[in-house]
């Protein structure tokens, strides 16, 4: 699970690279995630992350998955109710899913305290 981790680096190197050479494919994006947060329906912020993180747990995006619990901890939300989210994954989506993605919120969390787990 180590690999999870392993490669941040790359994937702001390769953030930074899109960037520079789409720029305009970028900026439309994210303003395109702007737009369905802000104004495609009735759901909170906290909601929309927490929904975020549901989705790359069952999806299996692990950097995806880091992304949305440090928003969804940002928005507001406890560690609490993102490992529900992450435990509601499980009954429709599988075990092992759930799983791997309690591992990336305990990660994110031990990281905050100075461990890592493994």
């Known amino acids: 699970m180590d690999d999870y981790f392993d490669n941040l680096d790359s994937t702001e190197l390769n953030l930074k690279y899109f960037t520079e050479h789409h720029e305009n494919i970028y900026k439309a994006y994210e303003k395109y995630g702007q737009l369905v947060h802000k104004e495609g329906g009735p759901l909170d ?39 529900h989210a992450i435990l509601l994954v499980g009954p429709s989506a599988g075990f092992p ?4 993605g309690i591992l990336v919120l305990r990660n994110i969390s031990d990281e905050a305290e100075g461990d890592q787990i493994h």
């Open 45 to 83: 912020e906290k909601t929309c992350w927490l929904i975020k993180v549901a989705l790359s747990t069952e999806c299996q995006y692990p950097r995806a998955l880091r992304t949305h619990i440090l928003k969804a901890l940002s928005s507001g939300c406890t560690k609490e109710e993102i490992e």
């Open 97 to 100: 899913k759930t799983m791997s």
